[in-house]
């Protein structure tokens, strides 16, 4: 079955980095676009950021444009987020997700059929 686990979460300090890694497997990964989401407690899960097949096409949502950056490796069936300049309210789980196969990138969530577990980002002030 699919399983995406995503990694690299902690607690950091404000403008610092942190770089979060999604493996997946059970799936065709070069034939799916990916997604990163967050979602704060007592609020509900965001849009973070997503990538077409071939990365040609990339959306991030407008509070992490500019200090986000996802990529992903089709040979190593992984998807990161390189989150730089962290603020408080990045604090949140985050989880990558796919959609079916060969949709594009989209920033709705109810696209998306699978995802990971989450990881924890807790950026301290």
């Known amino acids: 079955q699919v399983q995406l686990v995503e990694s690299g979460g902690g607690l950091v300090q404000a403008g610092g980095s942190l770089r979060l890694s999604c493996a997946a497997s059970g799936l065709t990964f070069s034939s799916h676009a990916m997604g990163w989401f967050r979602q704060a407690p007592g609020k509900e899960r965001e849009f973070v950021a997503a990538?077409?097949?071939?990365?040609?096409?990339?959306y991030y949502a407008d509070s992490v444009k500019g200090r986000f950056t996802i990529s992903r490796d089709n040979a190593k069936n992984t998807v990161s987020l390189q989150m730089n300049s962290l603020k408080p309210e990045d604090t949140a789980v985050y989880y990558c997700?796919?959609?079916?196969?060969?949709?594009?990138?989209?920033?709705?969530?109810?696209?998306?059929?699978?995802w990971g577990q989450g990881t924890q980002v807790t950026v301290s002030s």
């Open positions: 990538i077409s097949l071939g990365s040609g096409t990339i």
């Open positions: 997700a796919a959609p079916r196969i060969f949709t594009s990138p989209t920033m709705d969530l109810r696209k998306y059929d699978y």
